[in-house]
């Protein structure tokens, strides 16, 4: 049982660059979010979804993107990359239940130069 | 609106040591609170949580109580090891099912 599988595991981008992060779950969760790590700020939140088809704005979401296409899959897209952008993702995913707690994958290292 | 705040590190220990990482919330209602452990290069992973008032959290010997009064959730540990350096989060989850982080308390223990 995998979990939650992110790729890839550190990426480096120039200013404008764009990409996207890929999370992947394989525990039927129907919720996932899409956190950011930074030094002394703890995890921010970006963007979660609540199911396949449904996504919301977290306390970060400017200049990400993200679908549901599937419960499995949550991407997280960086339309045009920025150095404010530097820090570590990372993607989480729990079932419906309000005490199940969040299973993390082992993050993205992203650094914009 | 919600929010959580932890004690700032980092904590530095000696093994046996007796560990308290501090822990306040404000929250609207009746959230759930844990407590997640980051290990270096590692994601976050559930340590021990607690969902309602006076009930008491605990795995590998570590314990934290909710207390509504004080509005507080504070972890604790007999007798650390070295093992247990890591990085040590609080959060809350609340009526929307999101989960509120605070800001991480880093520990390190030295032999």
């Known amino acids: 049982n995998a979990g939650v599988t992110q790729t890839p595991k550190f990426q480096v981008l120039k200013t404008g660059q764009s990409m996207t992060l890929q999370c992947a779950q394989d525990?039927?969760?129907?919720?996932m979010s899409w956190y950011r790590q930074d030094p002394g700020m703890g995890l921010r939140l970006i963007h979660y979804s609540v199911g396949a088809g449904i996504t919301d704005q977290g306390e970060v979401p400017n200049g990400y993107n993200v679908s549901r296409s599937t419960t499995e899959d949550f991407p997280l897209r960086l339309l045009s990359a920025a150095p404010s952008q530097t820090s570590v993702y990372f993607c989480?995913?729990?079932?419906?239940?309000?005490?199940?707690?969040?299973?993390f994958g082992n993050g993205t290292r992203l650094t914009v130069t | 609106g919600d929010s959580v705040t932890q004690m700032e590190g980092p904590v530095t220990l000696s093994e046996e040591a007796f560990l308290t990482i501090n822990c306040t919330y404000t929250?609207?209602?009746?959230?759930?609170l844990f407590w997640y452990v980051q290990y270096p290069g590692e994601g976050l992973q559930l340590l021990l949580k607690a969902t309602k008032a006076d009930d008491k959290g605990s795995n590998k010997g570590f314990e934290a109580t909710y207390r509504k009064e004080t509005t507080s959730f504070h972890l604790e540990k007999g007798s650390v090891q070295v093992s247990d350096s890591a990085v040590y989060f609080c959060a809350l989850r609340d009526s929307s099912y999101k989960l509120i982080f605070g800001s991480g308390t880093r520990l390190l223990v030295r032999p």
């Open positions: 525990m039927n969760h129907e919720y």
């Open positions: 989480a995913s729990w079932d419906r239940s309000q005490n199940s707690p969040l299973h």
């Open positions: 929250a609207t209602g009746y959230p759930s």
